[in-house]
């Protein structure tokens, strides 16, 4: 009678999360912010190196971090649209004071549309004007680069230091420690993401739930999106060189999809299912 009334509340959980994730318009929600994301990405990789530039201790930080986030979160087949992003970010250099301002309005509309998309989830009222908002928004964009180099400027630290060094050298321990990283890094991102986008008091413990759920459906979608496009090379064969847009923009579509399924079973877990649901 235990396992029945466990896989039966377990099959009302899922139904419920399932009803959610279409009541809350994620699937739309998920088309806006690939969309977005597709157009914001430039802009803002460009602020991010033009803030980081201004710092000597970070130069070469901006490059190492972007290989960082695209080695893990994305795929390899797609990986074509990083050396794109390497070439247009390198004309950084010739933009004026005006440009990387506009580029960074662009860069808020991103940071504000994964707000406003966490916050219908949560149902959470804003309190606070939309001025109020982008001067947050502002100030995340303009300290994050330098948070994360700080972090980047660490590890590396970390990694030459002796006692590092002499674990990375263990056989087991050295490749297990290199193997769960990446995993970890993202798994952190993504926990952050339920903790602290949805402008709520969301418990840590509910966070670190919706956090593992989503990271473990994101790597299950990059091997998935990567044997895909490695046996049905559709995009390619249509495309031609074109093909890595449209290869991009369903991945990042598959992405959101996945991070607003996160913080939807963040958001049940925390509220628990009406009984009506049940």
């Not at 674990?167 to 952190?188: D, M």
């Not at 670190?208 to 046996?231: N, S």
């Amino acid at each position: 009678m235990t396992i029945y009334r466990f896989f039966k509340r377990s099959a009302f959980t899922l139904a419920y999360i399932y009803r959610r994730f279409h009541e809350e318009g994620c699937a739309y929600r998920a088309t806006a912010l690939a969309y977005t994301t597709l157009l914001a990405l430039v802009p803002l990789t460009i602020v991010a190196f033009t803030l980081l530039s201004f710092v000597p201790a970070f130069q070469g930080v901006g490059v190492r971090l972007q290989n960082l986030i695209w080695e893990n979160f994305v795929p390899t087949s797609a990986g074509m649209v990083a050396a794109y992003l390497s070439q247009l970010t390198q004309n950084v250099t010739g933009l004026s004071i005006i440009n990387i301002f506009f580029l960074g309005i662009v860069a808020l509309l991103l940071m504000y549309n994964i707000n406003r998309a966490f916050v219908a989830i949560w149902h959470t009222e804003h309190h606070f004007r939309l001025s109020l908002h982008f001067l947050i928004y502002f100030m995340v964009l303009l300290l994050s680069p330098f948070l994360l180099g700080a972090v980047m400027l660490l590890g590396t630290f970390l990694v030459q230091s002796p006692l590092v060094t002499d674990l990375i050298g263990w056989p087991y321990l050295g490749k297990g420690l290199l193997f769960v990283l990446p995993y970890v890094l993202i798994f952190i991102t993504f926990t952050l993401f339920n903790w602290v986008l949805p402008s709520a008091k969301v418990k840590l413990s509910h966070a670190v739930i919706g956090g593992l759920v989503t990271t473990v459906l994101f790597e299950l979608a990059k091997f998935a999106f990567t044997v895909y496009l490695k046996f049905f090379p559709t995009y390619r064969v249509i495309y031609g060189a074109l093909s890595v847009i449209p290869i991009f923009l369903v991945w990042l579509y598959v992405s959101w999809t996945i991070i607003l399924l996160g913080a939807v079973v963040s958001n049940v877990i925390a509220c628990g299912i009406p009984e009506k649901y049940k």
